[in-house]
């Protein structure tokens, strides 16, 4: 609460003391007044001081203040000797353990006591606090012993200097502290302990010497898992490292076995000793981890590995884009939930990326500290955990339970939080921030367990390296060489990082994830390339093989062809023999055939009758077989208890007894005679009887099925037919009401007579059936014979026709012999006229190509040195780590190419074209940073002040429809959701220093399978992940501080254009404006170019493939060897088009060359100006502007048709025109420094100028102890020892000897007014240029360097760039539009809000049409009505204070990168006022027109700047007064007083006691005031306007009473009757006096003070010649 805000007040305690002194607050929404009553106050505060801040008296005088003094040694010792003396005790340890009791707290108290002196907080070590806890920590390590593992007194020491360790050593930050406490422990143990250090720690002396060293102690380990076998996990000493990493890697499989995002962690000895810590806090009752480190030292996987061996659960919270204080604690609420309710207990990582608002850290500081968060649960789930406690509750035993109330339940809750949860804090110590966390939450100093990520050492480094390259094919030789390399590169990065931040002032972060990233990049990249570099290597050496045979066959196939003739003569001849024979044969063959054909046609005649007979019977049978298979199916339905059951019926339906009367007549059953049941007396035939006797048969189903249907009796089916058939209760689906035995009865009968009466029909057709085919087979055996006959003709002619067809076969095979020996002989010359001349440049590319394979090893091994380590990092500082590399290479014998280039060795020279052509630079520096983007494993972040990364990634992936989004669009989740589903490329522009954490899964490709398919959590989204998607990231600040948990998840890359880049940009720019037809011929070439080179590259790859794939004899593939000759001749044709080419674009090249000039000179003014944001963030100037306006110099300075004028006039054309738009963005301290800067660069490009000598002029050089003495009371000291420094120089060599010899020549220089333009004594000043005499004025005058730099300035460019340009708002207005905003860079006293105000109504954009708001809290809003408004209707809008809302500017960027043409009306304007400030957006300022408003530095340049301002500029008002003479005058005496009080400020306390911030308002109303007198009073009032004047306008901002003395006092110089006399002079040099009467115009005044010197005499300030060196 105590922490000041930015403008140094304390609000919660001003709140506080507003309440104690009123008794009430206001509510902000209707500010009416809340009061409290019966309310006390209770504070709690640490003394102020270090770190801690004062709190007001005015609030401390409402507390009875208390102090509460540190426990004084007794009263610590007797606590913790009670402790110690209850867990002997308790746990069983024998006596001899008491003096232990003593000797530990003692030993602990004296540890404690040293560190709280010794390791004092400094704010690299503001976690250097020591309190209770820490003591209480060691004491609570050692009760982890049990008289099991603690053998004798020796281990119970051993244990207890591993707990001082763990509390005490593990926060410390450097080797000095480590060092110092390793020495304490060391005594203690001696004074306290009774032992000795280096005999009780005899195991773990590495090298057995006696003596045990700091770095042994690393051996020193506890753990309670190094047993697995154990279910105690007892708190064992270590004694087996190697075998405590296996049982840690048999936890981490059994891990990654069980998670879906596995870790691939090498468990080397330095992560074995961190989890052991991890773990050790994790057994310990209430305790939390603090773990701090850089990102990527393995914090988080650590512990998760931990908490997985502790058997807890690990909880984290999941970070989204609008994840904020609502979403904290809903989460914080399901955790704490989670570790009360369970009995597992629970491990909350956080890490201080998740940190979005500092209200987070606020809970977890009260988590630590309570173990509750106050106010977390609203009253229903507060309930709701009290009935969840209550159920807890009940299952202790009854003397352990609560009283049932909700606040001992809730109560209950908190503590099990606290038993349960164990909060394990992930945080870095780069930067500010964790400093001030620290700070403002001291409990996570107090209540957690420091443990310190150290950079990882030697044996890390090496055992990870040797881990992953074990698989790796290469020699052992070369493998350690790699191993020693791999270290060399983390080590010698972070060399690189410091130097960089030293000397540029840019981070740069080596993490042990770098390491990680080119251990395995240089796997995966060895193996593609070996892959890569063997195939085609395999494909020219089977090319070479396939000519070198081609070639070898040509002789031997000319033999061939010459033995093969004789050959094909006789086989000829046999073939012409046998043909006669065969047609011969044939002739008596045919005749045969003849006879035999027309018995043939006879005998077919008989078989079709036949056949016709055959096909009626089967027709008319097929009537009845179905329905006699149907009848069958049914009967083979019944069963024997289907026919027992109608036997049974003694008396059947009718139906069943008709249906047996059928079957008795067709069995030949006869009936029996039986008295008429009527009673007529007569005797009736009844068929029931033999019907049951049939069914009674056992075998009645199967007489059924075999009856004898062919030979049924006529009398019988005549009977059936008559009596049964037609009567229609003879149907079977009547009768199946009755019995379904007997429905398939009647089938049966039905079927008998339907058989019948198709068989009567077919009987006799089958008898002529008969008789046909008896006369058929008669026919067939006469037929047989002749055809036998036949044959053995035929037999004679096949053997005769065989042997013809052999003959031929022969004959063919003879001429195809010949056909391919001479097209082989053919296509051989093709292959060997067309590839021959292949032969030599394949064999030797072959040949580089294994040279290559040979070098792969270490080319690779840098590569991916540079991919891993070097993308931040500028072209000269990566060019000087490869060349370093490279040497190291050479001397580990590991095999690479003298010299080392990365597209070399992973670029594809036709995708880098390709690349090109899209935009990115030609330059070496560019291309390796497409190459790196195209072979990282992490997604690339590109550092692109000037937009160049940008605009090649929107060219280069336009086809595949690039997505652009910006952390600051509200749907930039979803579209990247999209694409990352549909595998489209996204690219996230102008990112801050922050990157959401939302998109972490997404930088570290968290990826995992669910259903089959590749998916990734973003946020609460799980959504499919497809392997197309490619992600780029760009930013436009120009030195962006990145820290490392950021830095660890992307391919940092430096995308600064170079010099080389951007001339050859600026070079194609000016020759398309000078010769516009030259640039497009080379476009064109270039697109060409590409395209021949890209055809001939898949034209031989073509040629070689089909040589590799071509099996056997390539001369015996004809195919191929088309496809060979066409391709060569195509190859042919490109390769002479490609010529012709290559030809004119070197003409064309040659030509462009000529304005090669302009574009080195352009390019070194662009790099002047891109320095001049180290001086101020505001000075920001983007490339399209710069580019932009190179163009404006291009079509509108003079033209010359001859080339060395026309580059002269556009070369200082544009460099004054680049020095006018630059200075009036400028404040005034910086313009002659803009103007040296410029002068100096130009002149360091060509050579004029040492790099050494331009230091020497900004440093004075850097000196340890001046051995020479000073030989000249005059001369400072300061200016001695920067003459012998610069005597060291080449050029000055002998200067301090000639300035001993010579020091009384010497001393006039010192002595003169004007050193700058003395003549140097001793012949210096013809050795010396004009420089190097700056470097002496340095040494002798510095307070002569303006002038001198003045007059340097223009000798060397001209006097124009010493004056720069009057401020000019019209000229600013034309150079702006609609969708470029204009912005004031304020200085203190400059308001530029007046001269707006006028020239708005000057361009009739007054009034209504211009709005104007101050920004501040809540102006956000109405300031994008204002925008939106004012774009739609044209007006123009004034944001002023830019600078007051910072949250806002964000905001203001995104509204400033919508604004174009196509949707802005053209007259709207937006203007912006801000003071300099870090937080306002690049894009903007880059973009805007950019001007400051301050009074001009000197006193000539603020008499022209107030003649030119508003209202003296006003002919109407300068020219109205009555007493015109007089007014002119005096107006010019008030302008040079004006600004003669400014300048004055710049000789400090001579000048003004107090320096004052007097302004144009205050020249203003002066003027209107003295023009309102004059022209009310006849008489000029002297008094009353040199009152008004010095004591109200100018005075009023006055303090000082000698400084208001001065101030009338010169006022009165001016203001004075004098000022009309023309002789009048205002000093004594009398070079400055009032124009005469007749020269008072406008024009006249600035004509003649344009004509002073730049540099005043001191007499015209009222001041003495030396008050110029407090200047």
Request: net charge negative; hydrophobic share 40%; proline share 5%.
């Amino acid at each position: 609460m105590p922490v000041r805000e930015t403008y140094g007040a304390q609000p919660p305690i001003e709140l506080l003391r507003q309440w104690l002194d009123h008794w009430l607050w206001y509510d902000r929404k209707d500010c009416s007044t809340m009061k409290l009553v019966d309310v006390q106050i209770v504070a709690a505060m640490g003394p102020p001081g270090g770190g801690r801040n004062v709190v007001t008296p005015r609030f401390l005088r409402h507390f009875n203040a208390i102090t509460i003094n540190d426990f004084d040694d007794d009263s610590m010792s007797t606590i913790f000797k009670s402790i110690m003396s209850w867990h002997l005790d308790t746990r069983g340890f024998s006596k001899e353990f008491q003096p232990c009791v003593e000797q530990l707290v003692t030993g602990t108290l004296e540890v404690y006591k040293q560190s709280m002196t010794s390791l004092l907080p400094t704010p690299a070590k503001s976690h250097y606090l020591f309190n209770l806890r820490d003591f209480a920590r060691v004491i609570q390590g050692v009760l982890l012993s049990d008289p099991e593992t603690i053998a004798d007194m020796n281990a119970m020491k051993r244990l207890w200097v591993h707990e001082v360790f763990r509390v005490f050593y593990d926060r410390l930050v450097d080797d000095h502290d480590r060092d110092w406490l390793f020495k304490c422990v060391r005594s203690v143990t001696k004074d306290n302990l009774n032992a000795e250090f280096d005999g009780l720690f005899s195991a773990i002396d590495s090298d057995s010497d006696g003596i045990v060293q700091e770095n042994d102690m690393r051996a020193l380990l506890y753990c309670d898992f190094s047993d697995p076998k154990n279910d105690r996990k007892d708190y064992l000493e270590v004694t087996d490292l190697d075998k405590l990493r296996v049982v840690v890697e048999g936890n981490l499989d059994e891990f990654n076995n069980m998670s879906k995002k596995p870790m691939n962690l090498v468990m080397f000895r330095f992560a074995v000793e961190h989890v052991s810590r991890i773990s050790r806090i994790l057994k310990q009752p209430r305790s939390h981890a603090l773990l701090v480190g850089v990102g990527g030292s393995g914090r988080q996987s650590l512990t998760r590995l931990a908490a997985h061996m502790a058997d807890a659960e690990l909880c984290q919270v999941e970070i989204g884009k609008g994840y904020l204080l609502p979403d904290w604690r809903e989460d914080l609420k399901k955790i704490l939930r989670k570790a009360a309710f369970g009995d597992q207990h629970a491990v909350f990582l956080f890490t201080d990326t998740q940190i979005k608002e500092e209200a987070f850290l606020e809970d977890v500081n009260n988590l630590l500290n309570a173990g509750e968060v106050p106010n977390l649960f609203a009253l229903d789930e507060k309930q709701e955990i009290c009935e969840k406690m209550r159920g807890i509750d009940k299952q202790k035993e009854k003397s352990k339970q609560t009283d049932g109330t909700p606040i001992a339940l809730f109560n209950m809750f908190v503590q099990r939080v606290r038993d349960q949860l164990h909060i394990v804090l992930a945080m870095s110590s780069i930067g500010d921030a964790f400093r001030n966390r620290l700070r403002k939450f001291p409990s996570l100093v107090n209540c957690c367990t420091i443990d310190w990520f150290q950079p990882w050492p030697q044996d890390a480094l090496a055992a990870v390296a040797s881990r992953f390259l074990e698989d790796v094919e290469m020699s052992e030789e070369t493998r350690t060489g790699c191993i020693t390399m791999c270290k060399n590169f983390h080590t010698s990065a972070q060399t690189l990082s410091n130097r960089f931040h030293l000397e540029l002032e840019r981070h740069n972060y080596v993490t042990p994830t770098s390491y990680l990233e080119l251990i395995n990049t240089f796997k995966t990249l060895l193996g593609k390339k070996r892959s890569e570099v063997m195939k085609a290597k395999r494909r020219y050496e089977i090319g070479l093989e396939k000519l070198e045979s081609a070639a070898s066959q040509v002789s031997s196939m000319q033999e061939e062809l010459t033995a093969l003739q004789p050959q094909l003569v006789v086989a000829s001849k046999e073939v012409a023999q046998i043909m006669v024979k065969v047609e011969k044969d044939s002739i008596e063959v045919a005749k045969v055939e003849k006879v035999v054909k027309a018995d043939e046609a006879v005998a077919n005649e008989q078989a079709s009758a036949a056949k016709a007979i055959k096909d009626e019977c089967d027709a008319d049978l097929a009537e009845a077989i179905p329905i006699l298979n149907s009848a069958l199916s049914a009967l083979n339905t019944l069963t024997q208890n289907d026919i027992t059951m109608v036997k049974s019926m003694k008396s059947p339906p009718a139906g069943v007894k008709l249906v047996m009367e059928a079957i008795c007549i067709l069995k030949g059953s006869k009936p029996d005679r039986i008295p008429d049941p009527s009673g007529s007396g007569k005797k009736i035939e009844d068929y029931w009887g033999p019907s049951k006797r049939l069914l009674g048969d056992m075998k009645f189903l199967d007489s059924l099925s075999t009856f004898d249907k062919d030979n049924i009796p006529v009398a019988v089916v005549k009977i059936i037919r008559t009596k049964y058939c037609t009567n229609p209760d003879f149907d079977p689906e009547k009768v199946k009401t009755a019995s379904n035995a007997a429905e398939g009865l009647c089938r049966w009968v039905l079927a008998m007579e339907a058989y019948d009466r198709v068989a009567k029909v077919v009987a006799p057709k089958k008898e002529a059936l008969a008789g046909a085919e008896t006369e058929l087979a008669t026919a067939m055996e006469a037929l047989e014979k002749k055809r036998a006959t036949l044959r053995e003709v035929q037999a004679k002619l096949k053997l005769l026709e065989d042997t013809l067809e052999a003959n031929k076969r022969k004959k063919a095979d003879l001429e195809n012999q010949v056909d391919l020996c001479s097209k082989k002989l053919d296509r051989a010359e093709k292959l060997i006229g067309g590839l021959g001349g292949e032969k030599d440049r394949w064999g030797q590319s072959a040949k580089e190509l294994a040279t290559r394979y040979l070098n792969l090893t270490g080319d690779i091994l840098i590569s991916s040195g540079v991919v891993a380590y070097l993308g931040a990092f500028t072209s000269a500082y990566r060019q000087d780590q490869i060349i370093e590399w490279v040497k190291t290479c050479k001397k580990l014998t590991i095999p690479c190419n003298d010299e080392f280039f990365l597209r070399e060795t992973l670029g594809d020279q036709v995708a880098i074209r390709t690349w090109n052509i899209a935009g990115l630079p030609t330059d070496n520096f560019s291309v390796d940073n497409g190459i790196i983007i195209s072979n990282a494993r992490r997604w690339p972040l590109m550092i692109d002040p000037q937009g160049q990364a940008n605009k090649w990634v929107k060219n280069m992936e336009k086809a595949n429809n690039l997505h652009v989004v910006k952390q600051s669009d509200g749907d930039f989740i979803r579209t990247l959701e999209n694409c990352i589903q549909f595998g489209t490329p996204v690219l996230l522009e102008n990112v801050g220093e922050d990157i959401d954490p939302v998109l972490e899964p997404l930088l570290l490709k968290q990826t995992f399978k669910q259903g089959g398919s590749i998916c990734i959590k973003l946020g609460d989204s799980t959504i499919e992940y497809s392997s197309d998607f490619r992600f780029y990231i760009t930013t436009k600040l120009r030195n962006p501080h990145y820290l490392p948990e950021t830095a660890v998840k992307v391919t940092l890359l430096n995308f600064m254009i170079t010099p080389e880049g951007l001339e050859d940009q600026l070079l194609g720019i000016v020759v398309t404006r000078e010769r516009p037809e030259l640039e497009e011929e080379k476009s064109a070439l270039i697109l060409q170019s590409a395209d021949n080179k890209r055809q001939l590259k898949e034209i031989e790859d073509k040629i070689l493939e089909v040589l590799s794939s071509s099996e056997g004899n390539i001369l015996e593939d004809e195919t191929a060897i088309k496809v060979l000759s066409s391709s060569k001749v195509l190859a042919n044709e490109i390769s002479e088009k490609q010529a012709i080419a290559e030809e004119t674009e070197k003409m064309i090249d040659d030509t462009r060359m000529g304005y090669k000039p302009i574009a080195v000179h352009s390019s070194i003014l662009f790099f002047s100006i891109a320095d001049l944001a180290n001086i101020e963030p505001m000075y920001q100037y983007s490339l399209p502007w710069f580019i932009s306006l190179f163009m404006g110099s291009i079509d509108n300075s003079e033209r010359s048709e001859n080339l060395v004028t026309r580059l002269q006039i556009l070369r200082e054309h544009f460099t004054y025109s680049l020095y006018c738009n630059i200075c009036r963005s400028l404040f005034e301290k910086d313009k002659l420094l803009f103007s040296l800067l410029l002068c100096i660069n130009l002149l360091t490009a060509t050579g004029e100028v040492d790099p050494q000598h331009w230091r020497f002029l900004l440093t004075g050089g850097i000196g340890l102890d001046n051995p020479h003495a000073n030989p000249a009371v005059w001369l400072p000291v300061k200016a001695w020892d920067e003459l012998c420094r610069l005597d060291e120089l080449k050029p000055f060599t002998g200067i301090r000897k000639d300035f001993i010899s010579l020091r009384d020549a010497w001393k006039s220089i010192y002595d003169s007014t004007e050193p700058h333009v003395e003549v140097l004594p001793g012949g210096w000043d013809e050795k010396l240029d004009e420089f190097q005499k700056l470097l002496v004025l340095r040494c002798l005058r510095p307070d002569k360097i303006v002038p001198g730099v003045q007059d340097f300035v223009t000798g060397k460019m001209g006097h124009i760039f010493i004056e720069p340009p009057p401020f000019d708002l019209p000229k600013t207005f034309q150079d702006s539009q609609c969708s470029t905003p204009i912005i004031f860079v304020l200085s203190p006293g400059a308001d530029p809000t007046v001269a707006l105000l006028k020239f708005a109504d000057d361009m009739g954009f007054g009034g209504s049409k211009l709005n104007s708001l101050s920004l501040g809290q809540g102006q956000g809003p109405i300031a994008i009505k204002l925008i939106e408004q004012g774009a739609k209707d044209g007006t123009w809008v004034v944001l002023q204070n830019c600078h007051l809302a910072v949250s806002w500017m964000p905001t203001l960027e995104k509204i400033c990168e919508e604004l174009n043409p196509e949707n802005t009306h053209p007259d709207f304007r937006l203007w912006l006022t801000s003071y300099p400030s870090d937080n306002f957006p690049v894009s903007v300022l880059q973009n805007g027109v950019k001007m400051t408003n301050e009074p001009p530095k000197g006193l000539r340049a603020n008499i022209v700047r107030s003649y030119l301002s508003d209202p003296i500029c006003d002919p109407e008002f300068f020219e109205g007064a009555k007493k015109s003479k007089e007014f002119k005058k005096l107006l010019y005496g008030l302008c040079f007083f004006h600004a003669l009080v400014q300048e004055r400020r710049k000789f400090g306390p001579i000048g003004w006691n107090i320096p004052y911030e007097f302004n144009e308002t205050d020249l203003r109303i002066s003027v209107q005031q003295l023009s309102m007198f004059l022209n009310e009073y006849e008489e000029i009032p002297f008094e009353a306007v040199t009152y008004l004047t010095g004591e109200c306008n100018y005075g009023g901002r006055v303090t000082d009473g000698w400084d208001r003395r001065t101030l009338i006092t010169q006022l009165e110089r001016f203001y004075c009757p004098a000022i009309l006399d023309e002789m009048y002079r205002f000093d004594s040099t009398h070079v400055y006096y009032a124009p005469p009467d007749g020269d008072v115009s406008v024009r006249n005044v600035l004509w003649l003070v344009k004509m002073w010197c730049l540099i005043v005499c001191c007499m015209v300030f009222g001041s003495y010649l030396n008050s110029v060196q407090y200047h």
